[in-house]
């Protein structure tokens, strides 16, 4: 075994220790002629202790920043100039090498995935996918067949039985077509383990980091039910508009170099794959075939059903040994047949020719409650319990006749039951009920004669934003596009207000959702809802968030299940316009709402901050509001619309406060950057830079005559700013903490002045002097205002209170 290097170190020294020791007991003795030898051996011996040392030293420097954490290791110059940015570099690497560390035991997320009970055959494609997916290390496979052939149980008894070899198993189902940028979120959100994903990243640098970890672990993902992003019936696997993001996804984890697997169900081929695939490539797909007569045989059997070997084999070639195909006629042939193959095979049903016509059949001998239950699956769209399904239905119904029903439905493979006793369907009957369900309703609107109607809500309005959204893209759009192919818009609304005024006029005898899926409609529909009066009726789950309802009647109406207020992140920001026709509001959710008039009528919400609105100033005219974020962005809208008219970028760090000009045509805005900015409002050009405050700039307010600009900040400072030339006029001490209020006096000769020194101090304008000091708040002052004519001014704190005072006398009135 080769010494270390600390080894040799020690040796050296201890060797130049010994021989030194040696010179000093030598001198003057009868050896003393060997102290020049030994004086030269132990210059040599330093020397080299020095030397060692020296380029130890050296090669611990160099090789700081010649190891590299990815696939590229980049040499590098180090000079005093690239020190400190390659140190920084090292630092990163080190915090993405923990990001992306193994984890201490397999994590798994099964999601929506079912527990198979019972399983047949498929020895041969287990195997096969074993294969590519453990020894030839694919990185995309695809599990491909038509509804009902066992795409999702396979998949789900393959990940059971190789989720060992993999550091992480996630699995998600894309049966109710979720957004890209949500499943990216949900992966990376498991994948690193963080409470709350990143949301202002694109869809390409989400697949960038996503790919990253399935670099560093080896991770199994599992996405059921692709053909719900995929557009139906398309020979070339194209994706539906908005979904091709998933395109990108596919093609990205099929092409890049990784240690993961990404498994896909589906009913039709993406194009991705058909691009990708081959015999010895990395991504590869399955077709799934019907059950032999064997495998086929055993469901049979488990059902209960009897018959010879040509009656087995016939019934399962009929269907096409289709595993969900012969789980459904299993119970016809039970109930009708007393479970006689042969005498169902008498009958001369027709051949299998795809499921839908069999789900026809079976749906057709279903009762009224059987149906009303299957619509509220589909509406719920996961795994619910029964309670839930009662809390939904207006016919009353007992929990015991429920379960029975449940339980008659899930022994005719109708319904299915998660181990934890929570019912959902079947990807394909989702999808077969829902549309079952769009066509009822459609046909009872052009009728006007509403029975599902009001028995399902087509939404659930205070249901999460995943399912509720959900539901908008499955049930509530497609049931506008199917109206709007035969009837006119104007048509559609026409006939949902004779519908509201029959429910007004002759109320239904059970109260339901009639009103409120009509009012929804409506909304998607873009209708107006202004003068429509909804009085005395029972809008029940009605979405009504952000919809302008000016001149809308709810009087006496049963508003209980609905939602109309947003719910608010922290409100950061207020600011209502010179004529108080709007309030704007802004907070820690980065958007900002605008109501008109009084009566507080919604009129607008602007989204596009990246980050909390930290304030917002309207322009006299009221024409263009102003805001301000931590995104360190300033962003001008229009009023009359709430489009973005312009951003304003250039600081540095998060923006604290805007005011306009009294003209309108400047907007100051102050931030953490320590600077204050004057921006032109027309052309969004930053005018002038103004760098006095040595701390983060809290509050700015214009002068009346717009010449003069004050500014407060927490280095306990106010400065005057001529607005023309961005000199400062004079600074204005006295406070002893932080300024985080400042405002003019309508005459412009005072300045009011608010302090986390819980003090209100007033200043002469003009000699730039103090003049008296306004005591009484407990807490940080965070806003002043004087009153029209400045006798009053106006003082709000963080000890709760408002404070009004004479400006002449500095009395606290009240």
């Known amino acids: 075994?080769?010494?270390?290097?600390?080894?040799?170190?020690?040796?050296?020294?201890?060797?130049?220790?010994?021989?030194?020791?040696?010179?000093?007991?030598?001198?003057?003795?009868?050896?003393?002629?060997?102290?020049?030898?030994?004086?030269?051996?132990?210059?040599?011996?330093?020397?080299?202790?020095?030397?060692?040392?020296?380029?130890?030293?050296?090669?611990?420097?160099?090789?700081?920043?010649?190891?590299?954490?990815?696939?590229?290791?980049?040499?590098?110059?180090?000079?005093?100039?690239?020190?400190?940015?390659?140190?920084?570099?090292?630092?990163?690497?080190?915090?993405?090498?923990?990001?992306?560390?193994?984890?201490?035991?397999?994590?798994?997320?099964?999601?929506?995935?079912?527990?198979?009970?019972?399983?047949?055959?498929?020895?041969?494609?287990?195997?096969?996918?074993?294969?590519?997916?453990?020894?030839?290390?694919?990185?995309?496979?695809?599990?491909?067949?038509?509804g009902g052939i066992g795409?999702?149980?396979?998949?789900?008894?393959?990940?059971?039985?190789?989720?060992?070899?993999?550091?992480?198993?996630?699995?998600?189902?894309?049966?109710?077509?979720?957004?890209?940028?949500?499943?990216?979120?949900?992966?990376?959100?498991?994948l690193s383990r963080e409470r709350k994903p990143e949301r202002r990243k694109s869809v390409e640098r989400r697949i960038v980091l996503l790919i990253k970890h399935l670099q560093v672990h080896r991770c199994l993902l599992v996405l059921d039910n692709v053909e719900a992003i995929l557009q139906g019936g398309d020979a070339e696997g194209r994706y539906r508009e908005g979904y091709e993001g998933y395109g990108m996804l596919i093609q990205r984890i099929g092409e890049a170099s990784h240690r993961s697997c990404l498994m896909l169900t589906s009913r039709e081929k993406p194009k991705e794959i058909d691009h990708l695939e081959g015999k010895r490539s990395p991504v590869r797909s399955l077709p799934l075939i019907g059950l032999g007569p064997l495998e086929g045989q055993e469901i049979l059997k488990d059902r209960g059903l009897s018959g010879d070997k040509n009656a087995w084999t016939a019934l399962i070639l009929r269907y096409a040994g289709n595993p969900l195909a012969l789980k459904l006629i299993s119970a016809t042939i039970q109930d009708s047949?007393?479970?006689?193959?042969?005498?169902?095979?008498?009958?001369?049903?027709?051949?299998?020719?795809?499921?839908?016509?069999?789900?026809?059949?079976?749906?057709?001998?279903?009762?009224?409650?059987?149906?009303?239950?299957?619509?509220?699956?589909?509406?719920?769209?996961?795994?619910?319990?029964?309670?839930?399904?009662?809390?939904?239905?207006?016919?009353?119904?007992?929990?015991?006749?429920?379960?029975?029903?449940?339980?008659?439905?899930?022994?005719?493979?109708?319904?299915?039951?998660?181990?934890?006793?929570?019912?959902?369907?079947?990807?394909?009957?989702?999808?077969?009920?829902?549309?079952?369900?769009?066509?009822?309703?459609?046909?009872?609107?052009?009728?006007?004669?509403?029975?599902?109607?009001?028995?399902?809500?087509?939404?659930?309005?205070?249901?999460?934003?995943?399912?509720r959204n959900s539901q908008v893209r499955v049930i509530l759009k497609p049931t506008t596009d199917r109206l709007l192919r035969t009837l006119s818009r104007e048509e559609i609304e026409r006939k949902l207000n004779k519908i509201l005024t029959a429910l007004r006029e002759n109320p239904l005898p059970l109260p339901g959702y009639a009103a409120g899926n009509a009012i929804n409609l409506l909304v998607q529909l873009d209708g107006d809802l202004s003068?429509?009066?909804?009085?005395?009726?029972?809008?029940?789950?009605?979405?009504?968030?952000?919809?302008?309802?000016?001149?809308?009647?709810?009087?006496?109406?049963?508003l209980s299940r609905s939602t109309f207020t947003r719910t608010f992140g922290s409100i950061l920001a207020l600011a209502f316009s010179r004529d108080g026709e709007f309030l704007a509001a802004g907070g820690t959710d980065g958007e900002i709402r605008v109501w008109q008039d009084t009566g507080m009528r919604p009129f607008f919400t602007c989204r596009g901050h990246a980050g909390s609105i930290t304030s917002l100033a309207f322009s006299p005219d009221r024409s263009t509001l102003a805001s301000g974020s931590d995104d360190q962005t300033v962003k001008l809208w229009e009023v009359g619309t709430g489009r973005c008219l312009k951003t304003l970028q250039g600081h540095g760090n998060w923006v604290r406060s805007v005011a306009f000009s009294p003209d309108g045509s400047v907007l100051a805005s102050g931030g953490d950057d320590r600077t204050v900015r004057l921006w032109d409002v027309r052309t969004g050009q930053c005018l002038k830079t103004l760098q006095e405050h040595t701390n983060w700039v809290r509050c700015v307010a214009f002068g009346s005559d717009a010449s003069v600009l004050a500014s407060g900040a927490e280095d306990q400072t106010v400065k005057l700013w001529d607005v023309r030339t961005g000199q400062c006029l004079s600074t204005l001490r006295g406070h002893t903490?932080?300024?985080?209020?400042?405002?003019?006096?309508?005459?412009?000769?005072?300045?009011?002045?608010?302090?986390?020194?819980?003090?209100?101090?007033?200043?002469?304008?003009?000699?730039?002097?103090?003049?008296?000091?306004?005591?009484?708040?407990?807490?940080?002052v965070g806003s002043v205002a004087f009153g029209p004519d400045g006798s009053l001014l106006a003082s709000g704190a963080e000890d709760r209170t408002v404070r009004l005072w004479d400006t002449h006398t500095g009395q606290c009135l009240a």
């Open 531 to 558: 003068g429509y009066d909804f009085s005395n009726l029972t809008i029940w789950q009605a979405y009504l968030q952000d919809i302008v309802l000016y001149d809308v009647n709810f009087a006496h109406a049963d």
């Open 337 to 467: 047949f007393g479970g006689q193959i042969a005498g169902f095979l008498d009958q001369k049903t027709a051949a299998f020719e795809d499921m839908r016509k069999l789900l026809d059949q079976q749906f057709a001998h279903l009762s009224d409650l059987e149906k009303e239950i299957l619509y509220w699956l589909a509406i719920e769209r996961e795994a619910v319990a029964p309670e839930t399904l009662r809390s939904d239905m207006i016919n009353p119904v007992t929990e015991p006749e429920l379960w029975e029903v449940l339980e008659s439905l899930r022994r005719r493979s109708l319904v299915e039951k998660t181990e934890t006793a929570l019912f959902t369907l079947h990807p394909v009957l989702m999808e077969y009920t829902t549309d079952q369900l769009i066509g009822q309703i459609c046909g009872e609107i052009i009728a006007e004669t509403p029975v599902y109607l009001n028995s399902h809500a087509l939404i659930k309005a205070q249901e999460e934003d995943s399912i």
């Open 151 to 190: 795409k999702t149980a396979l998949s789900r008894k393959l990940a059971g039985q190789i989720k060992d070899r993999f550091d992480y198993v996630l699995w998600r189902s894309l049966r109710n077509a979720p957004p890209v940028e949500d499943l990216l979120g949900d992966c990376l959100q498991f």
């Open 1 to 146: 075994m080769r010494p270390s290097r600390s080894t040799l170190y020690l040796l050296l020294a201890f060797m130049t220790a010994v021989i030194g020791v040696v010179i000093i007991f030598t001198t003057g003795q009868v050896l003393a002629w060997l102290q020049p030898y030994l004086w030269l051996c132990w210059l040599i011996l330093s020397l080299l202790v020095v030397l060692f040392i020296a380029l130890g030293a050296l090669q611990a420097r160099r090789g700081l920043f010649s190891r590299s954490s990815g696939p590229m290791a980049v040499e590098v110059k180090i000079d005093r100039s690239t020190q400190p940015s390659l140190l920084t570099m090292h630092i990163q690497n080190i915090d993405e090498k923990t990001q992306f560390s193994k984890p201490g035991a397999q994590i798994e997320d099964w999601g929506e995935a079912l527990h198979v009970d019972s399983f047949y055959g498929r020895e041969e494609e287990l195997a096969k996918l074993t294969q590519w997916i453990i020894e030839d290390r694919c990185r995309v496979v695809a599990l491909l067949g038509m």
């Open 737 to 780: 903490d932080w300024v985080w209020s400042v405002a003019f006096h309508p005459e412009g000769d005072i300045l009011a002045t608010g302090s986390a020194d819980r003090t209100i101090k007033l200043w002469d304008i003009s000699r730039g002097q103090y003049l008296k000091t306004l005591q009484g708040h407990t807490h940080r």
